[in-house]
C-alpha cells in the first residue's frame, strides 16, 4: 500500500542525497577607478581620513552604457566558462542585488534571456550586502532536496548611482561590480556544508533605499526635497551592529557544520570597513589575515562583495581543493548570513567547444528575441484559428 507521505512528495524530488558544490567563479568590475583623491575633489573629505576610517583607497564606478544585469551578465559568463555547463542546462538563476534597474521585472530574467538559459526560473533577492549569501542557502536547499541541479548565483550591484553626494559619510564607501558562482549537483561529499540567513526588522532604518512608494515621500512634498532612491545610513548603529553579528555568524555556521575555526582556511567576509573585520578578528581570536580583505580597490560593492573577494581569493591560491571557507555577509534590513563551503575543484579546465557553443548561443541573442516573439505571436494566432474565435475576443 503507498504510504500518505510518498503521495505528497512532489514529483520533482528524489530521495537521493545530492550534495551542492561551487564549479564556477567569477567577477566583473568597471574600468573606472575613482580614487579617494577623486572623492575629495567633489566633496569636503581626504584620503587619509577615509583610509584610516574605512581602509577604502579607491573604488569602480559603472560607465554610462553599464548596468546591474550587464555587469551580472559578465561575471556569470565567467563563471559559467570554468564549468561543463551550458545555458540550457541551468535550473535556477538568483540574482542578489539592492541596485536593479526595476522593481519588476527581476534582473536575473535579463541575465536568463541573455545567456539563453531556456529551461531556467530567475528571480531578485532583496537582502542588501547579505543578499549574495540568501541566494546561495535557497539554491544549496533547492539542490539538496534533488528539485534542481543547476543553478547560477550571482551578487551584482551599481551602487555608485544611488550615492547621496551630499552625505560625505556615506558617499565614500561605495562601488559597482558583479560576482557569480556556479552551483552544481554531486554526490561526493563536500560543497555548501552549512547555512545560516537571519534578520532583524528592528534595525530596518539604520541602512536604506527609499522609493516613491514610501510613505513618507508619498505624504511629502516637493519629493526633490527627500533622497528618494539614495542610500541613507545610520553609520554608527551599523558599524555596531556589523562588529558584533560578524564574529557571532561565523561561530553559529562552523558549529553548524561540525567544524571549530582550527579547521577553517579562510574566511570572506562582506567587504564593507577594515575596521569591522579587525573587530570580528579580535572577537573570534584569530588573525586578521585569516579574513580575506580587498576593500581597498572595490570598497563596498553589497551583494556583490562576497563573490568578488571570493574570485580574487582563488585568482591568489588562498584557497586550494580540500580546504574549508567561511562566507559571511551582513547589512540592511537588518539581515546577516553565513556559509561553510568545503571546497572541492583543483585548477579548471576550459572545455574550449563548451565554450564556443555557449559564446554562439551569447551572439544569437538578438536572433533569439525576434523569434521568440514572433513564435509567441504564431501560437496565439493559430491556437484562435483553431478555435475559430473572433480575434478581439
Ligand atoms: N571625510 C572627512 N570627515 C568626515 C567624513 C568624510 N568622508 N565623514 C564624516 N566625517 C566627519 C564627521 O563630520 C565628523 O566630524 P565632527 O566630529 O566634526 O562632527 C567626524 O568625521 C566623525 O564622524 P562619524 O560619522 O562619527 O565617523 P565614524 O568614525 O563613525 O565613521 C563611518 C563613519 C561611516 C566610516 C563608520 O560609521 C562606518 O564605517 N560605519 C559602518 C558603515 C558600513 O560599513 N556600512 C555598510 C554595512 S553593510
Not at 528524489?14 to 567633489?42: K, Q
Request: with cysteine.
Amino acid at each position: 500500500m503507498v504510504k500518505m507521505a510518498e503521495l505528497n512528495r512532489p514529483s520533482t524530488v528524489t530521495p537521493h542525497r545530492y550534495y551542492a558544490h561551487i564549479t564556477g567563479w567569477g567577477m566583473c568590475v568597471p574600468e573606472h577607478i575613482f580614487s579617494n583623491a577623486d572623492l575629495s575633489a567633489i566633496l569636503e573629505t581626504n584620503d587619509e581620513w577615509i583610509r584610516t576610517r574605512t581602509g577604502i583607497q579607491e573604488r569602480r564606478f559603472a560607465d554610462e552604457d553599464q548596468t546591474t544585469s550587464t555587469l551580472a551578465l559578465k561575471a556569470a559568463q565567467q563563471a559559467l566558462s570554468l564549468t561543463d555547463v551550458l545555458p540550457s542546462e541551468i535550473d535556477l538563476i538568483i540574482v542578489a542585488t539592492c541596485t536593479p534597474e526595476n522593481i519588476f521585472p527581476a534582473t536575473a530574467v535579463f541575465v536568463q534571456h541573455w545567456l539563453g538559459a531556456n529551461q531556467a526560473g530567475a528571480f531578485d533577492i532583496s537582502a542588501a550586502c547579505s543578499g549574495f549569501l540568501y541566494g546561495l542557502n535557497i539554491a544549496t536547499q533547492a539542490i539538496r532536496s534533488g528539485s534542481i541541479k543547476v543553478a547560477l548565483i550571482i551578487g551584482a550591484e551599481t551602487l555608485s548611482r544611488v550615492i547621496n553626494w551630499e552625505d560625505r559619510g556615506t558617499a565614500i564607501l561605495f562601488g559597482d561590480g558583479a560576482g557569480a558562482v556556479v552551483l552544481e549537483a554531486r554526490e561526493e561529499e563536500g560543497g555548501i556544508i552549512s547555512t545560516l540567513v537571519r534578520a532583524d526588522g528592528s534595525g530596518h532604518d539604520f541602512l536604506k533605499i527609499l522609493t516613491h512608494n514610501h510613505p513618507e515621500i508619498r505624504s511629502k512634498a516637493p519629493f526633490s526635497d527627500l533622497k528618494i532612491h539614495k542610500v541613507y545610513m545610520s553609520g554608527g548603529d551599523v558599524f555596531k551592529f556589523a562588529s558584533r553579528i560578524l564574529g557571532e555568524a561565523v561561530r553559529e555556521v562552523i558549529d553548524r557544520a561540525k567544524m571549530s575555526l582550527e579547521d577553517i582556511r579562510l574566511i570572506i567576509p562582506h567587504q564593507a570597513n577594515a575596521r569591522i573585520l579587525q573587530a570580528a578578528a579580535r572577537s573570534l581570536n584569530v588573525p586578521e589575515s585569516l579574513l580575506m580583505s580587498n576593500l581597498e580597490r572595490y570598497g563596498n560593492t553589497s551583494a556583490a562583495s562576497i563573490p568578488l573577494a571570493l574570485c580574487e581569493a582563488v585568482r591568489e591560491g588562498r584557497i586550494a581543493a580540500g580546504d574549508n571557507i567561511v562566507l559571511v555577509g551582513f547589512g540592511g534590513g537588518l539581515t546577516w548570513a553565513a556559509a561553510v563551503v568545503k571546497w572541492m575543484v583543483g585548477e579548471p579546465a576550459v572545455d574550449r567547444r563548451k565554450e564556443g557553443r555557449r559564446r554562439a548561443g551569447y551572439a544569437l541573442v538578438k536572433v533569439r528575441t525576434r523569434w521568440y516573439r514572433v513564435a509567441r505571436f504564431g501560437r496565439w494566432f493559430l491556437q484562435r484559428i483553431l478555435r475559430r474565435r473572433p480575434l478581439d475576443e
